[in-house]
T-cell receptor, first 115, second 111 residues
């Protein structure tokens, strides 16, 4: 398996532009997570899906952020409009959730810089 | 809300010295996981502890889960330069699927 695949790996954009980050989870995994990592705030969970359904989006910073999972093999995280404070590394992770276990496999991350 | 705290935030050691990072949760955890993130990389799962008082070893790494299932530690014996990175503990929130990560302990090893 190729693991969790994220794109783009790097994105530099200007304030106000729309940013779309993409994620392909591991085939067969039923849970998908979006995390944001910054020096100041560490690893923050933004949203997670179980069987393609959003379960908890309480970590989504504000209405500018949205996430979708139209099918089991694809998810997007969209920021519109982007702001400099959104600059961070965004990780997608997937897992096969079973009772008592939820081990995450992370993608390589998308490094976003908003100028 | 539920918090997972890690100390220390940074640790600089000479190669060959031991290293320990500690993780404390504000609530009892059903399990705790440890991840390692190399500089410029992504978190990689190391191990999961489930039972109260559990101790697991992976070569030079020893992981412990406290009796009350609210704290955990990772100890590395005789560090090597390949151990460099940030070590995170993580626990599930409210027994659900949401995994809360500690702030991490960044380990640097001087050869």
């Amino acid at each position: 398996d190729a693991g969790v695949i994220q794109s783009p790996r790097h994105e530099v954009t200007e304030m106000g532009q729309e940013v779309t980050l993409r994620c392909k989870p591991i085939s067969g995994h039923n849970s998908l997570f979006w995390y944001r990592q910054t020096m100041m705030r560490g690893l923050e969970l933004l949203i997670y899906f179980n069987n393609n359904v959003p379960i908890d989006d309480s970590g989504m910073p504000e209405d500018r952020f949205s996430a979708k999972m139209p099918n089991a093999s694809f998810s997007t995280l969209k920021i519109q409009p982007s702001e400099p404070r959104d600059s961070a590394v965004y990780f997608c992770a997937s897992s096969l959730r079973s009772s008592g276990a939820n081990v995450l496999t992370f993608g390589a991350g998308s490094r976003l810089t908003v100028l | 809300g539920q918090q997972v705290m890690q100390i220390p935030q940074y640790q600089h050691v000479q190669e060959g010295e031991d290293f320990t990072t500690y993780c404390n949760s504000s609530t009892t955890l059903s399990n705790i996981q440890w991840y390692k993130q190399r500089p410029g990389g992504h978190p990689v799962f190391l191990i999961q502890l489930v039972k109260s008082g559990e101790v697991k070893k992976q070569k030079r790494l020893t992981f412990q889960f406290g009796e009350a299932k609210k704290n955990s530690s990772l100890h590395i014996t005789a560090t090597q330069t390949t151990d460099v990175g940030t070590y995170f503990c993580a626990g599930p929130k409210n027994q659900g699927g949401k995994l809360i990560f500690g702030q991490g302990t960044e380990l640097s090893v001087k050869p």
